[in-house]
C-alpha cells in the first residue's frame, strides 16, 4: 500500500510518500481502504516530537487518527462487519502505530462505525477525533438542558462540533467571538457572542453576573484561567489540554470546582452518536481544504500556519 511515511521528527519535510507492507487485520480486527483521512492537531505535535505516548516508538511511522473507507476484510471474532461495508473510525496513532494517512488500516473493530450512504467519505473523516473530544467534554460537565456555558474556541476543529453538541443537548452557549465571525458562530451554536478584547471571565459576568454554570476550555493557558473564573462557585469545568500543558491559576478548593481533563478516548458509542446527528443533519464540519495524500506534508503546512480553524482532509484518489 502507498503510505505517507516519517523516519523521524522534524517539519513536515520529513513526510514522504512510499510503499508499505499490506497490513493484516488481526482477532477483531477490520482492514479498511481508506477513501479519506483528515489531519488534526495531534498530528503536527507527533511529528514534531512533542506529543509523545508512553508507548515505545517506531519509525517509519504513519500518522493519522480519523478515517473514512469500505471494509476490505475482517479477522477473527469480527461478525458486525463484512467486506463492502462503508465505515468511518479513529485510530489511536501513535499509541496504536496505526495511522491512516495511507491506503489501508487495520483497527479494532470497536473504533469502527457502519456510514450511512447518505454520508460522504471526506465529510465522515473530518469527524472522529474532535467530535469525540468534543462529546466527551460536553458529556463531562454533566449539566442540564436550559444550562449556560461558556466555549472558549467555539470555531476551532473540537470547539466547533462543542457548539453543535451542546445545542443539540440543551445546553446555552455564550462564547467570545470577534463581531465578523459572530453569524457563523450562531450558526455553529453560540447564542451570544462577548467581545473578545477584553477578559473573558468580566466579559461573561456583565451577561451572566453570578456566572455560568459549566465551561469547556480548548485552549489553556492565560484564557484557561479567565474562563474557568467566569464559572460559579460549584459550577462545571472541563479542558482538553493535558494537566502539563496547563500553568497554575485560580483552581482553588473553596469555588468547589473540580478541573476535569479530557483526553480522547475511543468509543464506538460516541462516534456512532456524532454519525447519528450528522446523518440528521443537525451536526456538520466545517472543512477548508482536501488534499491528495501526496500532498500530505503541504497539509501539514497549511494547519501549522496562525489562524486555521477548519478542517484539513486527504483524499486518496
Not at 467534554?137 to 466547533?160: D, E, F, R, W
Not at 465578523?180 to 451577561?207: C, F, K, M, Y
Not at 486555521?308 to 482532509?313: A, N, Y
Request: aromatic fraction near 6%.
Amino acid at each position: 500500500m502507498k503510505a505517507i511515511v516519517l523516519d523521524h521528527y522534524g517539519t513536515p519535510d520529513v513526510l514522504y510518500l512510499t510503499e508499505m507492507p499490506d497490513p493484516v487485520p488481526g482477532t477483531n480486527e477490520v482492514l479498511v481502504r481508506v477513501y479519506a483521512s483528515s489531519v488534526n492537531p495531534v498530528d503536527i505535535g507527533v511529528r514534531q516530537g512533542r506529543v509523545l505516548s508512553s508507548e515505545p516508538h517506531h519509525f517509519p511511522m504513519i500518522l493519522g487518527w480519523d478515517a473514512a473507507g469500505i471494509v476490505e476484510d475482517v479477522g477473527d471474532g469480527v461478525t458486525d462487519f463484512v467486506g463492502g461495508d462503508r465505515v468511518v473510525l479513529i485510530s489511536e496513532q501513535p499509541s496504536s502505530g496505526r495511522g491512516t494517512h495511507a491506503e489501508l488500516v487495520a483497527v479494532p473493530s470497536t473504533q469502527i462505525v457502519k456510514l450511512p450512504e447518505t454520508i460522504n467519505f471526506v465529510t465522515a473523516a473530518a469527524i472522529p477525533l474532535a467530535g469525540i473530544t468534543a462529546l466527551q467534554a460536553v458529556k463531562a460537565l454533566s449539566l442540564s438542558p436550559g444550562q449556560l456555558i461558556v466555549i472558549n474556541n467555539p470555531l476551532g476543529a473540537v470547539g466547533g462540533f462543542a457548539s453543535q453538541i451542546a445545542r443539540q443537548l440543551g445546553l446555552k452557549v455564550i462564547s467570545p467571538i470577534s463581531p465578523h465571525l459572530a453569524e457563523e458562530a450562531r450558526i455553529q451554536g453560540v447564542e451570544w457572542a462577548v467581545p473578545v478584547d477584553q477578559s473573558l471571565n468580566n466579559a461573561v459576568r456583565e451577561v451572566v453576573p453570578e456566572g455560568v454554570d459549566g465551561a469547556i476550555d480548548l485552549v489553556g493557558a492565560d484564557i484557561a484561567h479567565q474562563t474557568f473564573s467566569a464559572v460559579k462557585n460549584g459550577g462545571a469545568y472541563t479542558t482538553v489540554l493535558p494537566e502539563w500543558w496547563k500553568p497554575g491559576g485560580p483552581y482553588t478548593e473553596d469555588r468547589a470546582i473540580k478541573p476535569i481533563v479530557v483526553e480522547n478516548k475511543p468509543n464506538q458509542a460516541d462516534l456512532s452518536k456524532l454519525v447519528e446527528w450528522l446523518n440528521l443533519g443537525v451536526l456538520s464540519p466545517r472543512i477548508e481544504q482536501t488534499f491528495s495524500l501526496a500532498q500530505t506534508a503541504e497539509a501539514h503546512r497549511l494547519h501549522e500556519k496562525p489562524g486555521l480553524t477548519r478542517k484539513l482532509i486527504i483524499e486518496n484518489a
